[in-house]
């Protein structure tokens, strides 16, 4: 064509995709084929391997789509069976001037009888084994040696019907019945002497016998044998073996390597060992694919995981990775330009190849090459823009497929490809032309639009689609839109930045700086499509929102602003920053830290009290980050801090060398995590915010490195109010280290960082209760009781056994002098002496009055007193004192006395401030009272408590449970006779102090008891008091039971001898009464009362406790003083009833008239009379009656009426 680029030639041989198995004779596919330096390297491993004393002919060729593998192999494989060297000049002339070895190798192999028989293998059939076998029938019939395939048909048809014979009798018999008359043995005669006709016959019966089968001729056969026998056979046509591809091999596994049955993964490990010990009869085999095998493998189960890597590893791997360079190479050799024609346009166009000139240089697009290579690439990829030709092979990797790849684009003449550009500057009459990387987004589009949804490449695809709706009417837009997300695909930010001066170099051979400006602000202030980030300045493309985003971030700022500070917002970003002096850490076996913590000028100029500051925060130290948005505000923060700091030791101040606004950042980012929670559901609005909240994320990130990262020279470090040389982060931490040795003292070396910490795990809280509770026991155990192997031993030696605070710790351990702790390694226990120093003083100034365990913790842990005591170990060295104590100290939570064990101290090191301690000075006169009221109240004594006054007032609270209810109630004793005495008031004081469980122990035992029972000292008045008090309470219910008794005897005969019981006083009632009224049945408590006396023995108290709950309804232990007269009433009235019963005249008459009497006889032959009137049915008793007789007509003979009169006896026995 006669146009203005007829410079521009497209090379043949890239017009069409390679099929192996199509092109296999198509001679121009071979002499058009463009070499390169990878390609001759391919073809260099693989024609080398023809030797005949080659072992590695089992090889896998690996490469992404796009460059050009099975074109490679297709002209390796004319080069293995041709002999034509014409055919071959442009790759032999390439091959001379890059590897004249190869050269002088390839000529004596075309030179020489030697070649190959191709073998391609097709398609992607489940079985591998039937693909081998057909791609070797196909490349035989091809050849036209149909004679040497092994006529195998036979030999598997045979093996089918022995199988039937042996496994499937049944089968075999229908199949014999389908061919009578001829026999089954006659039949497979025919077969082995390869009888045509009997295998037609086979083939045909074989579906009705196998339920629609298709009999599969090549079941069973040894591929790799009939492979190596085609291999021998056909030497007499001329070949020395054969070379078999599978072309598309990626394609099988993609589909079928988890239904690869472990038969055929054998067949291919075997197949590539007998190719590696093939020899002169040679047989090879290439597997193309674009990946490694063991990329494929990830989700297969083990078995077949294990068969593929064994196949992996029998091949030698040959990746195909061109070095770009080369493709570049490739890629001008298509594009070929005819010299005369390309120089004057070149002339013509100098500015602009100047202009493309210097953004290679400036974008270092090819910066690995020499500055004339670079330009060879510019000149010989034209027209391709040198952005395009960067982007080009590597989009080519990212996504080409054998439709679509880099060689196609440049080669066909469809849309939008080269061909189809060039054509389209030529219609419009362009004197200059550059294909920009929009096109390439065009070209590769379709590729896009296949991909998985959930991949990055989709997603930008869906985005740019969304953008294109709403710019489509503006070119330019358009083709920004397009190109910045080719950049952010390929991701070579190194290289290929999406700055709007990217997007200027790449467009202003058609557009003006300013257009392109325009359009970029278009897109991102009015059209709301792309983001400028602020971090970086990169151009990020966004989805075209209905929702006016940015109002609604101008909103949220506004709010923001009412309830956050920009210091406040700093310190929320930087919330979980802790800095370690780590030198130190190690060095003393402990964890310490500094908060890292913002402070604005203003806010630092303010403070006047650095300790008091230092104080709200629960760290080591203070790491203070600057807040300068000024100039003047980094002077006035160095000025305060060296005139104001030089006593602050525990603080590091860090100013920036340079003033940076944050403040409109923080407020954003703040405006926008908020906004991210209101609208979570809404993806759009979710998807855009999080664009520029990534941006505002790492512009707080960059921020803060500032601060944090000395190396980068953007702050100033100072400590005492001096600059500190900090120049990395290492001497951070060494700094940080120097402030610990200096503040910290007086710190115990501890071994051991599980316990040597402020906050600990559950686990390692309950392992040191364990040790507390050894160590608080009266009598230490051996290793006190702990399992050496254990948590709890570890924390034992390190706490205990290494400070020298325990002796002896394995057999019978003790607390260690003084002496011993500080003469044994001075230097280390020095400090450990102190603490328990520290804490003995605490206990003995409590002596005088209680004190809280605050203040203790503050000498401990504050920093000021140089000892920063870790409260991970505190309990254990309180518990040490503890038991040095015993029996002296009392515990109090609040104003109440709790038990010293394992667990208030755990309780205690959480919250001293709601513990506190006295310790008890005893004279002999306090020893010898308790001891004798502990021996009052002895047996209620819990041995796991031990023996301290505090397990006394318990035990005299057991003793006062265990008393009856009457006893613990009463105010007043029984004496008889209605009359009773008052208790006294200082025993009802006594028993009222026993009543209250929340007494303080203390307080019970030497201040209130005292006091009530009016005693100066605690003599043995005292004690004597308290154990009258003890008896009489205890003694009480058994005076009620005889006072009763007595009146009992009063009330039956109130003439009856003193000595007489009251056994015997109701014998003589019961003798004296009828036989009539004995056999009555009076009701309820009257025929109860008057049943026990009538078998009354010789127990008083028996009968008295018998008779008391039936009548009264309460046990005598819970009676009180009203239930006594209630009794004693009721008793009498009884009595009273049953005796005017028995001295009514009637009585003697009363059973001839109206009256009932019910004689039985007992097992032991006693006759029982009882007798009772005859009364007036009420309504209820009649319904009664309906209901027994009912049921006794209802069962009508299902029982015998000598049954039905035995249950209404035995019924009316109960109720006599």
Not at 157 to 165: D, E, G
Not at 810 to 818: H, T, Y
Request: charged letters at 25%; glycine letters at 4%; hydrophobic letters at 35%.
């Amino acid at each position: 064509m006669s146009n203005t680029f007829d410079f521009i030639k497209i090379e043949p041989g890239f017009q069409k995709s390679v099929n192996l198995a199509y092109d296999l004779s198509d001679d121009s596919k071979v002499s058009d084929f463009i070499p390169s330096k990878a390609a001759v390297d391919v073809i260099e491993k693989l024609v080398l391997s023809t030797h005949p004393t080659s072992t590695q002919r089992a090889h896998i060729l690996i490469g992404p789509y796009g460059k050009g593998k099975s074109h490679v192999i297709l002209v390796l494989l004319s080069l293995l069976r041709e002999k034509d060297q014409s055919q071959f000049n442009k790759l032999l002339a390439f091959i001379k001037s890059y590897n004249p070895e190869l050269f002088n190798y390839v000529n004596v192999y075309l030179n020489s009888e030697q070649k190959l028989l191709p073998v391609v293998v097709q398609g992607s059939n489940n079985s591998l084994a039937q693909s081998f076998l057909n791609a070797i029938q196909i490349a035989l019939r091809d050849a036209e040696f149909q004679e040497l395939m092994p006529d195998t048909h036979f030999e598997s048809a045979v093996k089918h019907i022995k199988n039937w014979q042996e496994k499937f009798p049944e089968t075999a018999k229908k199949f014999e019945e389908q061919i009578e008359p001829e026999s089954l043995d006659s039949f497979v005669l025919r077969l082995k002497q390869f009888d045509n006709e009997a295998y037609e016959t086979f083939v045909k019966l074989y579906p009705i016998l196998s339920s629609g089968g298709v009999f599969n001729p090549f079941g069973g056969v040894d591929v790799v044998e009939l492979y190596e026998n085609v291999a021998s056979s056909i030497a007499i046509k001329g070949y020395n073996g054969i070379f078999l591809v599978y072309d598309e091999f990626s394609k099988y596994l993609e589909s079928n390597i988890g239904d690869t049955s472990v038969s055929d993964i054998k067949m291919l490990q075997d197949f590539a060992e007998k190719c590696n010990r093939s020899g002169k009869t040679q047989l090879h085999l290439l597997l193309i694919a674009h990946k490694d095998i063991e990329n494929y493998i990830d989700r297969l189960p083990k078995n077949k995981v294990d068969g593929w890597r064994g196949v992996s590893e029998r091949f030698t791997h040959i990746e195909m990775q061109s070095n770009y360079d080369q493709i570049y190479d490739v890629i001008g050799q298509a594009i070929y330009k005819v010299p005369d024609g390309y120089k004057k346009y070149c002339d013509k166009n100098e500015e602009l190849f100047n202009a493309l000139s210097k953004i290679v240089k400036e974008q270092h697009l090819f910066s690995d090459l020499s500055e004339e290579q670079q330009d060879h690439i510019l000149l010989s990829c034209y027209p391709l823009h040198p952005l395009t030709a960067y982007i080009l092979p590597r989009l080519s990797e990212l996504v080409a497929q054998n439709e679509r790849t880099l060689f196609t684009f440049i080669s066909d003449s469809g849309k939008n490809t080269l061909s189809f550009l060039i054509k389209q500057a030529v219609e419009t009459g362009q004197e200059s032309f550059l294909v920009s990387p929009d096109a390439l987004y065009d070209y590769f589009e379709p590729l896009f639009k296949k991909e998985v949804y959930t991949s990055e490449i989709y997603k930008y695809y869906s985005l740019v689609n969304s953008i294109l709706v709403k710019v489509k009417e503006d070119e330019l837009q358009c083709k920004i839109v397009k190109t910045l997300a080719l950049i952010y695909l390929i991701g070579r930010f190194e290289v290929i930045e999406p700055l709007l001066h990217t997007i200027i170099e790449t467009f202003n051979y058609k557009y003006s700086s300013k257009t392109i400006t325009n359009a970029v602000e278009t897109l991102e202030n009015k059209k709301f499509v792309i983001y400028a980030r602020k971090s970086n300045g990169y151009l990020r493309l966004k989805s075209p929102s209905t929702s006016n985003v940015q109002l609604s971030i101008e909103k949220a700022i506004a709010k923001v602003k009412t309830h956050s500070l920009c210091q406040g917002i700093l310190q929320e970003y930087a919330s979980d920053l802790y800095l370690y002096p780590t030198a130190y850490n190690e060095e003393q076996e402990i964890i310490r830290y500094f908060d890292f913590r913002f402070i604005s000028a203003s806010d630092l100029t303010d403070v006047t009290n650095w300790e008091s500051k230092l104080s709200l925060s629960n760290a080591d130290g203070v790491v203070y980050a600057v807040i300068a948005q000024k100039p003047d505000e980094i002077k006035q923060a160095k000025q305060y801090i060296t005139e104001h700091t030089s006593a602050v030791q525990r603080a590091v101040f860090i100013t920036p060398k340079k003033h940076f606004y944050i403040e409109d950042i923080a407020y954003k980012y703040k405006a926008i995590s908020e906004l991210l929670t209101e609208y979570k559901d809404d993806e759009a609005m979710v998807t855009e915010l999080e664009i520029i909240f990534d941006d505002l994320d790492e512009v707080l990130n960059t921020y803060l490195e500032s601060y944090l990262r000395p190396e980068n020279g953007l702050s100033s470090f100072y400590l005492c109010g001096t600059k500190k040389k900090v120049l990395r982060k290492s001497h951070l931490a060494n700094l940080l280290s120097d402030i610990c040795r200096n503040v910290f003292k007086k710190t115990p070396r501890i071994n051991n960082e599980t316990i040597n910490k402020n906050i600990l795990p559950t686990t390692t809280i309950n392992s040191r209760n364990r040790v507390v509770k050894g160590i608080l026991a009266t009598n230490f155990n051996p290793m006190l009781g702990l399992n050496s192997s254990s948590q709890d031993g570890a924390i034992a030696r390190s706490v205990l056994c290494e400070t020298h605070i325990l002796e002896n710790f394995s057999e019978s351990p003790r607390i260690a002098s003084d002496t011993d702790i500080q003469e044994k390694n001075k230097d280390v226990n020095e400090n450990v002496f102190n603490v328990l120093t520290v804490i003995r003083r605490f206990f003995k100034d409590s002596s005088k009055k209680s004190k809280c365990f605050s203040e203790l913790y503050d000498e401990l842990t504050n920093p000021n007193e140089e000892i920063g005591l870790k409260k991970g170990v505190i309990p254990i060295f309180i518990a040490v004192v503890m038991h040095e104590m015993q029996g002296e100290v009392t515990l109090f939570e609040g104003d109440k006395e709790i038990e010293i064990n394992e667990l208030a101290l755990s309780a205690l090191n959480e919250k001293p401030e709601h513990f506190s301690v006295r310790v008890e000075k005893w004279s002999n006169e306090k020893i010898k009272y308790i001891d004798e009221l502990s021996s009052l109240f002895k047996e209620f004594f819990n041995d796991r408590e031990g023996n301290s006054y505090s397990s006394l007032a318990k035990a005299m609270q057991r003793w006062f449970i265990s008393l009856p209810k009457y006893s613990r109630e009463t105010k007043e004793y029984y004496e008889g006779n209605m009359k009773y005495t008052l208790i006294s008031k200082c025993s009802l004081q006594f028993i009222s102090l026993l009543k209250d469980f929340s007494i303080n122990p203390y307080d019970l035992l030497f201040v209130k008891t005292p006091v009530i029972y009016e005693c100066d000292d605690f003599g043995k008045g005292l004690i004597e008091t308290i154990a009258r008090t003890k008896v009489r309470y205890e003694n009480s219910l058994n005076t009620l039971k005889n006072s009763l008794i007595n009146d009992l005897i009063k009330c039956f005969d109130s003439n009856a001898h003193p000595q007489a019981s009251l056994c015997s006083v109701i014998k003589d009632w019961t003798d004296s009464l009828s036989s009539n009224t004995k056999n009555h049945v009076f009701d309820s408590s009257l025929k109860i009362f008057l049943d026990k006396c009538l078998s009354i023995e010789n127990n008083d108290l028996a009968f008295l406790e018998e008779i008391a709950k039936p009548i009264s309804g309460l046990r005598l232990e819970d009676w009180s003083n009203h239930t006594i007269s209630s009794f004693l009433k009721t008793v009498s009235d009884i009595k009273e009833s049953i005796d005017n019963f028995n001295n009514t005249k009637e009585s003697e008459h009363l059973y001839e008239l109206n009256t009932y009497s019910l004689v039985t006889v007992d097992n032991n032959g006693n006759k029982q009379i009882r007798n009772f009137s005859k009364i007036e049915y009420s309504e209820f008793g009649k319904m009664l009656k309906r209901e027994i007789l009912n049921s006794i007509d209802e069962m009508g003979e299902s029982i015998s009426d000598a049954e039905k009169r035995q249950v209404l006896i035995e019924a009316l026995e109960s109720l006599c």
